[in-house]
């Protein structure tokens, strides 16, 4: 009973707490939604810079945009961290035409897309038959018809998946290992229905990895609505294909990295952070050039407002997720060097759409509970669900070594598998009040773990 | 202590319950999400129909449309509702001309767009000094410079709210009354802020209406960088303005209404509807393009699973909301004729946006939280609020009569006001999947509210 009492005792006071706080985000939201300039530097990073796969030139101009972007809203610092980058290249247009179509010589051109970190067709035309098969099961039960073949899976989304999340969970293997395991059987190169539930036909890229010792066959995603053709025609037919993919040496990248020093905790940091790098194909507007910006945004933010963190935040503009996780693994690599200690980490990586919340990965559940009082701070905001899961890609690496509590933003899904890799992921396509509505969460959020902590 | 016990014992049979219903709710996810055809039909409306001002020979188009798409699914009866329609025309393009500005006769033309029901400037141009207002009570203020002035309302969205609703409900009296209010005090014609935040240059009409006995003065909408120009000079120019608005003798049009029979209580009626018309200017895709296939959809997936509602259901294509409300006024006018009990109303008019809820007004509020327990079972479909205060324009009227509880689908509002009425509110800034999950949460509830009554 005396704690009951002690706790009764306590609650004007968090009440006070809490009204200062509702108070504090609501200004963050106010300065965003008002002075935000998310969008505008979005327009630049898609515009100006454009399409950024690490290791190009364009990769390197968005480094340097990032520097400068970052140095003009006046960090206490910006840190340039090395990092080496793979640095692969599309080499040309992909091309794939079906020839000899019932016999009669029919030929059409389908619209893919060589798969990130392919090797291309060594300037040769690839043309065999192909064989269709609907999923790795039909794979193997088909292996001894594989050799010499063109594979094509047709493994799609399930449109009656409500989170197209889980869709690309249940066909990304596709994408990343259906190369190797049709080259297993004597292939001779891939296609794969684009990894989408889109009605357009824009076929959509993304990375594979080859398998140790298999042969490095061509791979391409084929556009939606090509795919539906060839799956209606299954059988009788060649396909001609081109790709001209390859590996030049890793060049040197940076991640770019602005600092606010802590005043209470500056030796505990609280990382913010997006991928800088994109698909070479389209302008990465929501994937990831959303997260970089909304990660300057709550820099920018917090400086207007003359905010000064009690913990150390890094806002982290990182240099290579799509097709290495070399940003992140450098980070990583770094902190455990420098013996930092990482209480927190949270990333924009799902696109710019409007805020629906977060998703936590905690080994300490108990923690969520915590997390989760705060749910009805971040609500007027969008924050709907505050949940078991999540994270990102580039934050990852910093989890698993030092167990730190990660974090995703979690924008409404329903858009973002038409654009993702796709060369649609432009500008246009991006929202400016679902964009800055989602640094206004990401800065309540951040705001609250650094009051707090975990 | 007995009732406790009585309420302990049904909790298996309510977990029952709910567990049937979830299954039902999923069936019609599954469903509309595999099989629906709202984004096709909404092809049809906005691409082979096009924009149906009420009373257009667009609208009439538009009614047959309906009439057979209804008919295809094969409902109970498929009822023409006749009502009165009002037909105004925009009578050609729109214009206006900055002139004589900073008397150095330099001219540059404005992107306008005369408001709905308002008089053209019968046929000649109005050339006058402007008369710049930042709201009514600057108006008020300086009335006596008003008289032949052209008065510009600058009074704008702000962008701080976080529901862009209340940004609408805070300006839309200057779109509605402005031009009365300025004519009262002698002015020649009104120029009003675009209803939006968007940042395209697109103007935005929507209906006005003349204050009885005032000078009906021709009123135009300005694009919001349009408008920001104007509003950077404020003064020392003109404007000359040429509009050719007219009203047309009513026509008669209808409300399309399919019917399905209830099992158990034939003479209790659901209804489900969104507006047929649209401004003449666009497609009416979000407008209520989005609403109409909402409609059909929940229809075409009652007959699909063979879905036999307990309560009659009417599923009613409103003829004509935008300008005059006639076809709701119809539709409670004939039900009081007919002394037709009607139990539960439900609208989509908010575009085909990810849904996040419903809204409801009901007389007796105890019966917010009867329907707030549906919650969880709509929550894995996007809803995740179930608010009291909603409806729609097409159903308030029913409400007004009847005391009917109305419900409105609340779709993510972000990028409502960046179409709305304005030349982008096309097929193509409308997403399948946020378009058909709309559907699925309108199916669930109207199953809840068929299976349990209110």
New interface residues.
């Given amino acids: 009973m005396k704690r009951l009492i002690a706790v009764i005792a306590l609650l004007p006071l968090l009440a006070i707490a809490q009204d200062r706080d509702s108070v504090m985000i609501k200004k963050f939201?106010?300065e965003i939604?008002?002075n935000g300039t998310a969008?505008d530097l979005l327009y630049q990073l898609t515009k100006q810079v454009g399409g950024r796969l690490a290791g190009s030139p364009q990769f390197a101009k968005a480094e340097l945009w990032g520097k400068a972007t970052l140095e003009h809203i006046g960090p206490d610092q910006v840190i340039m961290q090395e990092c080496m980058l793979p640095h692969w290249v599309r080499g040309g247009q992909d091309k794939a035409v079906i020839t000899e179509l019932d016999k009669k010589k029919a030929s059409r051109a389908l619209d893919v897309l060589a798969l990130g970190n392919s090797m291309g067709s060594e300037g040769k035309t690839i043309t065999a038959d192909v064989l269709m098969v609907a999923d790795f099961d039909e794979l193997e039960r088909r292996k001894d018809e594989v050799k010499d073949k063109i594979v094509y899976y047709n493994y799609g989304f399930n449109?009656?998946n409500?989170m197209?999340f889980v869709s690309y969970g249940e066909t990304g293997m596709y994408r990343r290992s259906g190369p190797s395991r049709a080259a297993k059987y004597g292939a001779v190169a891939v296609m794969i229905r684009s990894l989408t539930?889109s009605?357009a036909n824009d076929p959509h890229t993304g990375a594979m990895a080859y398998t140790e010792g298999i042969t490095k066959i061509p791979a391409v995603a084929v556009g939606p609505r090509d795919a539906d053709y060839l799956w209606s025609i299954k059988t009788g037919f060649k396909v001609s294909l081109k790709t001209n993919g390859q590996f030049l040496p890793d060049t040197i990248g940076h991640n770019v990295i602005a600092v606010l020093k802590g005043s209470e905790f500056p030796d505990e940091i609280i990382t913010i952070g997006g991928h800088l790098d994109s698909w070479d194909v389209n302008e990465g507007a929501h994937d990831d050039g959303a997260g970089i910006v909304h990660t300057i945004e709550v820099l920018r933010a917090m400086k207007a407002l003359g905010y000064k963190p009690k913990h150390t935040i890094h806002f982290v503009l990182f240099a290579n997720e799509e097709n290495g996780l070399r940003g992140g693994s450098k980070y990583a690599e770094q902190a455990k060097a420098n013996n930092e200690k990482h209480i927190f980490a949270l990333e924009s990586d799902e696109g710019g759409f409007?805020p629906?919340g977060f998703g936590f990965s905690f080994k300490d559940k108990s923690k969520l509970v915590k997390v989760q009082n705060w749910l009805p701070l971040l609500r007027?905001?969008?924050t709907?669900?505050m949940i078991d899961g999540g994270g990102g890609a580039d934050i990852g690496p910093l989890a698993a070594a030092f167990g730190t509590p990660m974090c995703g933003l979690i924008p409404?899904p329903?858009?973002y598998f038409?654009l993702h890799h796709a060369r649609s992921d432009v500008f246009e396509n991006v929202?400016?009040?679902?964009l800055l509505?989602g640094a206004v969460n990401m800065a309540g959020l951040i705001y609250l773990v650094d009051q707090y902590g975990l």
């Fill in positions: 939201s106010d939604l008002r969008y449109p009656t409500l197209p539930e009605s409007t629906r007027p905001y969008g709907d669900r409404d329903q858009r038409d929202n400016k009040r679902e509505l």
